[in-house]
């Protein structure tokens, strides 16, 4: 959530692992809600558990937070690329030794391409290369 935070909040964010209210515009097709706009700290539900290790991570002379790397198998990390005329996602998921990408303009079902590498092993690390890659011309995970 990057949006809809007072200058104030902003200053004194909440801590990390804080429960909030968020608005959304609408899910993505991996059912994770786009354009999310924070509307408050939740202060009548507590964390069920300890909140998530978080590193800073630098993309494009800005700094984002990220969690771990690692992903269930068959999970699906979704990028946006939005600057100028440039408004486009690009997505990646493994399952088993097959690596499917997809890619396109915000908005539309883009284009789908899968892989068939020797072992899961080879298809995760090339997963791995290709979010390095994106994540190094600007792509930021949704």
């Given at each position: 959530?990057?949006?809809?935070f007072?200058?104030?909040?902003?200053?004194?964010?909440?801590?990390?692992?804080?429960?909030?209210?968020?608005?959304?515009?609408?899910?993505?097709?991996?059912?994770?809600?786009?354009?999310?706009?924070?509307?408050?700290?939740?202060?009548?539900?507590?964390?069920?558990?300890?909140?998530?290790?978080?590193?800073?991570?630098?993309?494009?002379?800005?700094?984002?937070?990220?969690?771990?790397?690692?992903?269930?198998?068959?999970a699906?990390?979704?990028?946006?690329?939005?600057?100028?005329?440039?408004?486009?996602?690009?997505?990646?998921?493994?399952?088993?030794?097959?690596?499917?990408?997809?890619?396109?303009?915000?908005?539309?079902?883009?284009?789908?391409?899968?892989?068939?590498f020797?072992?899961?092993?080879?298809?995760?690390?090339?997963?791995?290369?290709?979010?390095?890659?994106?994540?190094?011309?600007?792509?930021?995970?949704?």
């Amino acid at each position: 959530v990057g949006t809809g935070f007072s200058d104030k909040q902003r200053e004194a964010p909440p801590p990390i692992g804080s429960i909030i209210t968020f608005r959304y515009q609408e899910l993505s097709d991996a059912g994770v809600p786009r354009f999310p706009s924070f509307v408050g700290v939740r202060i009548d539900a507590k964390p069920a558990t300890a909140p998530p290790k978080v590193q800073a991570v630098p993309v494009k002379e800005k700094m984002v937070m990220a969690t771990s790397a690692s992903q269930p198998a068959g999970a699906k990390r979704y990028f946006e690329f939005v600057d100028g005329k440039s408004n486009k996602f690009w997505e990646v998921w493994v399952s088993g030794g097959d690596m499917t990408t997809r890619w396109g303009r915000i908005g539309t079902d883009g284009q789908t391409k899968t892989k068939t590498f020797a072992s899961p092993d080879k298809a995760q690390a090339e997963a791995d290369k290709l979010i390095e890659e994106k994540t190094g011309k600007g792509y930021v995970e949704k």
